[in-house]
């Protein structure tokens, strides 16, 4: 996995050296079965990453990163997390969000990621372990 990170990495840069833009597809496992089908993978594969290349319409301004506390940790994972704790970064995208030259958003962050719409569509995802057994991958699967 971590080569095929690298990997996507090089070609995302890439791909900006050249004026291009892309987007990472989070979804590309939500329908295995279907993706496995439609671009007719052979055994011992199986797609993991998936990213769109375009020329982009626009240059959007850098959306403000989560505070370090939020997205690194040492030792262990922090399981103890309260929402709470995010009101500054809130604030601070909220603000982003109300500058924005496009795709404007009325809700804030918190609100995104604690919202009743989060993960609230239907996927295959379950299938996973199933899909890659079938493709000669995790042979330890039952």
């Avoid at 496995?36 to 055994?43: A, G, H, N, W």
């Avoid at 040492?74 to 982003?96: I, P, R």
């Amino acid at each position: 996995m971590e080569d095929t990170l690298l990997a996507f990495q090089n070609v995302a840069n890439a791909v900006e050296s050249m004026g291009l833009g892309y987007v990472p597809l989070g979804t590309i496992n939500d329908h295995p079965l279907d993706l496995l089908k439609t671009l007719d993978l052979p055994e011992l594969t199986f797609p993991v990453l998936g990213m769109q290349v375009g020329v982009p319409d626009q240059k959007p301004q850098l959306k403000p990163r989560l505070p370090y506390k939020f997205t690194c940790f040492e030792g262990k994972y922090n399981k103890d997390f309260n929402v709470k704790e995010l009101k500054d970064y809130d604030q601070v995208v909220t603000t982003y969000y109300d500058l924005r030259d496009a795709n404007r958003r009325i809700d804030s962050f918190t609100k995104q990621i604690t919202g009743d719409k989060l993960n609230n569509h239907e996927t295959d995802r379950d299938q996973l372990p199933k899909e890659l057994h079938k493709q000669g991958l995790c042979l330890d699967w039952k």
